[in-house]
């Protein structure tokens, strides 16, 4: 297991994806569907979530910034996670909320690993030193129920420059860098497939939500 499953009474679920493949959108629909249920949820994203996390997310997208270290950047995010976890997330757990969060380790084992070919090549030993460094961010804290919404990059971008949005520093990346973090996805939910659930983040978001809502409420029904 990459992350150990919470001993706290809340539940942790999280979207993943390329930028564009619907995570925001699916996220707020979860939670408002949920929410409709009569649960407790709370929403959240990384990298940010508290004022200290929010301050290292800009240097990680300002595209200003240019490039840094390879351990920089994935020291930055464990960071960010750190700090989410230790004042938003973990509490929130341990009062038993439903905690929908948009990206978590996956994120950065799939763009600062695969995306970025292990910072020296070596994608075996990349993913074997941030899942350690991540249990000292987490505390052993981790995601039971992960939809990975699959989606070509291209697709993703499309969408992004359709909203008229700036692309971020690693929006900014180019197509072989996101191919690498989709395919590098792919991997980590064909490894973890129990938790991991693949959606097809191609079709319309309405099919998307109902599928998510479905499979989240036999998640919960079955704790
Ligand atoms: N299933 C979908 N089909 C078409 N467009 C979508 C879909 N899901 C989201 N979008 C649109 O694509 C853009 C990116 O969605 P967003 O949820 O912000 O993606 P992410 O958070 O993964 O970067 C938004 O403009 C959103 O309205
Ligand atoms: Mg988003």
Redesign the pocket.
Known sequence: MTQSTNQLPGTFVT?E??????????TEALAESLRNQGYSVLTSREPGGTPVAEQIRRILLDPQMGSMAWSTEVLLYLASRAEHVASVLRSALEQGEIVIC?RFLDSTLAYQVFGRDGGDGDLVSALQAIRRANELSTGGIGPELTFL?DLDPTE?LA??R??ERTPDRLEGEGLAFLQRVRAGFLQLAEEESERIVLVD?????FE?AEEVLSITLTHLRRK
């Open positions: 979207f994806g390329v930028d564009g493949s619907g995570k925001s959108v699916q948009d919404l993703g969408r992004i359709d909203a983040g191609a079709r319309p978001p998307i």
